[in-house]
Antibody
Framework: EVQLVESGGGLVRPGGSLRLSCAAS????????MTWVRQGPGKGLEWVGR??????????DYATPVKGRFTISRDDSNNALYLQMFSLKTEDTAVYFC???????????WGQGTLVTVSS | DIVMTQTPLSSPVTLGQPASISCRSS???????????LSWFHQRPGQPPRLLIY???NRFPGVPDRFSGSGAGTDFTLKISRVEAEDVGVYYC?????????FGQGTKVEIK
């Protein structure tokens, strides 16, 4: 069974930093494109960024609002995905979902999400 | 960025009746490889989204066949042939043909 478990969310002040993790199991992590998607309180879904597999150059793309502030990385040996967030803004407040693409699409399976609150 | 526009934003439906959601993109979603990366997701309250349809019309494993997707270019449709109680929630289209990927605003489906 595919499982994606996010952790690392919490309350952080504007300008602060936070690192989210996603522990993956139930599939060959090294073969999966991995994506972060977020959802602000009462809002729709917003794509944050994606990292491809090693065979595809581990190419990383970011959404415009987070480019230069967020960094996505992966550790295939530990089946883990990370989202390092710097210079956080109040508008970054959201539930952050870890999403795995296993070949059907880039967004086949979703974790339950972790809440990040940016507030003073 | 490609803008995805869904209509309607709210859809009250009767159990057992069909429902339809439209999604329009600001530019063609035909990718350089010839594929069209248009997906549909369903999110129930308090739950993460789940994939229903990928590449316009392919149902994800386990998705009931009452869900179907169609369209081409810039215009796409999700249809539910007979709405069941478990189908309530918000439906999102998403394009993956051009980075950054973008979602529609969401369509809330509720039972009349």
């Amino acid at each position: 069974e595919v499982q994606l478990v996010e952790s690392g969310g919490g309350l952080v002040r504007p300008g602060g930093s936070l690192r989210l993790s996603c522990a993956a199991s139930g599939f060959t992590f090294a073969n999966a494109w991995m994506t972060w998607v977020r959802q602000g309180p009462g809002k729709g879904l917003e794509w944050v960024g994606r990292i491809k597999i090693k065979a595809h150059g581990e190419t990383i793309d970011y959404a415009t609002p987070v480019k230069g502030r967020f960094t996505i990385s992966r550790d295939d040996s530990n089946n883990a995905l990370y989202l390092q967030m710097f210079s956080l803004k109040t508008e970054d407040t959201a539930v952050y979902f870890c999403v795995a693409g296993l070949g059907f699409s880039a967004e086949d399976y979703w974790g339950q999400g972790t809440l990040v609150t940016v507030s003073s | 960025d490609i803008v995805m526009t869904q209509t309607p934003l709210s859809s009250p439906v009767t159990l057992g009746q069909p429902a339809s959601i439209s999604c329009r993109s600001s530019q063609s979603l035909v990718s350089g490889d010839g594929n069209t990366y248009l997906s549909w997701f369903h999110q129930r309250p308090g739950q993460p989204p789940r994939l229903l349809i990928y590449q316009i019309s392919n149902r994800f494993p386990g998705v009931p066949d009452r869900f179907s997707g169609s369209g081409a270019g810039t215009d796409f449709t999700l249809k539910i042939s007979r709405v069941e109680a478990e189908d309530v929630g918000v439906y999102y289209c998403m394009q993956g043909s051009q980075s950054p990927q973008t979602f529609g605003q969401g369509t809330k489906v509720e039972i009349k």
